[in-house]
């Protein structure tokens, strides 16, 4: 079971990309989905993140640029960037979180390879 992550690549400061997350598990509705993000030397930091239900959270320096979105007839999460800056730089992750259920079982969280991003100034 795998999430799959694409859409990096180098873009020039002020344009867009979009990263798409594929997820072959089963359950993908019911996972909450999150984009996270490691740049050089420093730690993993939560992007945005999108529940079952379809509620979004980002991280305030992202907020009104990005914007995180699912497909769940596709098992697919997107993340739209605009307005990238150099310090959006940094390789990004996807992850899946199952909650516990009776259908699914005990909860589960898995985290995909990550795509590169790099913003040019």
């Known amino acids: 079971v795998q999430l799959q992550a694409c859409g990096g690549g180098l873009v020039q400061a002020g344009g867009s990309l979009r990263l798409s997350c594929v997820d072959s598990?089963?359950?993908?509705?019911?996972?909450?989905m999150g984009w996270y993000r490691q740049a050089p030397g420093k730690q993993r930091e939560l992007v945005a993140r999108?529940?079952?239900?379809?509620?979004?959270d980002y991280a305030d320096s992202v907020k009104g640029r990005f914007t995180i979105s699912r497909d769940n007839a596709k098992n697919t999460v997107y993340l739209q960037m605009n307005s990238l800056k150099p310090e959006d730089t940094a390789v990004y992750y996807c992850?899946?979180?199952?909650?516990?259920?009776?259908?699914?079982?005990?909860?589960?969280?898995?985290w995909g390879q990550g795509t590169l991003v790099t913003v040019s100034s």
């Open positions: 992850k899946a979180d199952r909650p516990p259920s009776v259908v699914a079982g005990p909860g589960l969280s898995r």
């Open positions: 598990g089963s359950f993908f509705s019911i996972n909450a």
């Open positions: 999108i529940t079952d239900s379809g509620s979004t």
